[in-house]
């Protein structure tokens, strides 16, 4: 059975820093393109950033490129540090994996997904 575990998330100031860890068990993340998305109260999710199966291309949406780094870390998984925090930033963040190959920036191309872990950026 495979299994997407988001850990990191919680409250912090604006201009802050937070670092999300992805971990699956089940499946071999680093052979996987990796994607985080969000969704704040009200909104529908949204992409965030994706990194292909072995790192060697992201994708950033516009609103978090410069601040958001996506990065594979071979002994934990698939990190998101996000720097520079808004309150804009505020929602709940899933990271989810992709069987097959590509950068996808699009929810539906991904196959598995993890329960999300609430960030929450005050002004």
């Known amino acids: 059975q495979v299994q997407l575990v988001e850990s990191g998330g919680g409250l912090v100031q604006a201009g802050g820093s937070l670092r999300l860890t992805c971990a699956a068990s089940?499946?071999?993340?680093?052979?996987?393109?990796v994607g985080w998305f969000r969704q704040a109260p009200g909104k529908e999710r949204e992409f965030v950033a994706a990194i292909s199966r072995y790192g060697g291309t992201t994708e950033y949406a516009d609103s978090v490129k410069g601040r958001f780094t996506i990065a594979r870390d071979n002994t934990k998984g698939v990190y998101l540090q996000m720097n520079g925090l808004k309150p804009e930033d505020t929602a709940v963040y899933y990271c989810?994996?992709?069987?097959?190959?590509?950068?996808?920036?699009?929810?539906?191309?991904?196959?598995?997904w993890g329960q999300g872990t609430q960030v929450t950026v005050s002004s």
């Open positions: 089940g499946l071999i993340l680093s052979t996987k393109p």
């Open positions: 989810a994996a992709k069987i097959g190959g590509g950068v996808p920036i699009r929810d539906y191309e991904y196959d598995y």
